[in-house]
């Protein structure tokens, strides 16, 4: 009999998994594709900074990738948007970087003004190199870290002080700092100061049952499939997974508590979610975010971690 109802468990997952593939591959025809001008140009800007930062780089090197990336960003329909302001702050790095190594740009700076592409037009975005003193590098050693991560918990019990929106904004901008894949930085945090949308949200969110109404704030974390290639699938997972680190921490920095919930695939709430916080039909739910102000006493959960011997491997 336990035999069965292994093998039914087992069918039912695999059933579940095909589902879960068959809906991201509907929701990704346009990277399946391979239709999506950001992703390209942000890859494009990647592999030209990294032939920036090589040690001994060659003159011209890299001139057919920018003449790909002025292409990819003519196709870029929002010009305020990221890839467009990265890519012409890349161009015009590149060029500068080019002219000093003795490189001939004159014709990539003729496609992109037969183009319409302002390679002047770049005061929003940092891009290229830059030389940093080991001094700089070594500062983040003075930080406490040890007892920074060992004040974190995962909080289910908050102060109900309001949240300032600059607090929020701070923690996000913090988190922007997370590592993502070529820099495609593909993550969102969604979030509103209404107590009502919150409450609203509370009832939609899994695993918060028995403590609900002691979570004064929700936010969801999404990425967005766009910015990743075919063979890339799911990695967009993995990036959120990152971003969602920095994010907690920066809040802890900022005083303020936070506890992760997992985001099935297929939640019943999902389009009802999805309504409320206007996302993206190119994005997928990572996780969603609890958080509040830390309370004048908190229980948290003892909960011991694996020691290092179980958890690491010398090969």
């Avoid at 028995?210 to 990743?228: C, E």
């Avoid at 309504?275 to 229980?299: D, F, R, V, W």
Wanted: hydrophobic share 35%; with cysteine.
């Amino acid at each position: 009999m336990k035999t069965f109802k292994n093998i039914g468990r087992f069918l039912k997952r695999s059933i579940e998994s095909i589902g879960i593939m068959m809906n991201e591959l509907h929701a990704s025809t346009p990277l399946l594709r391979g239709e999506d001008a950001d992703r390209e140009a942000l890859l494009l800007c990647h592999s030209l900074e990294k032939g920036m930062g090589i040690n001994e780089a060659e003159a011209n090197r890299g001139r057919e990738k920018a003449l790909k990336l002025i292409d990819a960003t003519s196709r870029i329909d929002d010009r305020t948007s990221y890839p467009y302001r990265e890519s012409i702050a890349v161009l015009s790095e590149y060029i500068s970087f080019q002219e000093c190594a003795g490189g001939d740009v004159s014709e990539i700076r003729k496609v992109a003004r037969s183009i319409g592409i302002d390679l002047q037009d770049h005061t929003q975005c940092k891009a290229g190199i830059k030389q940093y003193e080991k001094q700089e590098l070594l500062k983040g050693t003075s930080v406490d870290f040890e007892t920074f991560v060992f004040s974190k918990h995962s909080m289910r019990d908050y102060s109900f002080e309001c949240i300032k929106e600059e607090e929020i904004i701070k923690a996000i901008e913090l988190s922007s700092r997370a590592p993502s894949a070529c820099n495609r930085q593909p993550c969102r945090f969604l979030y509103s100061l209404d107590r009502t949308k919150n409450e609203k949200l509370s009832g939609m969110i899994p695993g918060n049952k028995s403590f609900y109404d002691r979570i004064p704030y929700y936010g969801l974390v999404v990425a967005d499939k766009r910015f990743f290639s075919p063979s890339e699938f799911f990695q967009w997972y993995l990036n959120g997974g990152i971003f969602i680190t920095y994010l907690t921490m920066a809040f802890h920095h900022l005083g303020i508590g936070s506890c992760i919930f997992q985001w099935p695939d297929f939640y019943e709430t999902d389009k009802e979610v999805r309504k409320l916080c206007q996302i993206l039909p190119s994005e997928t739910i990572i996780a969603a975010i609890g958080y509040g102000k830390y309370p004048e006493n908190a229980k948290c959960l003892v909960a011991s971690r694996k020691n290092t011997e179980e958890i690491s491997h010398i090969f």
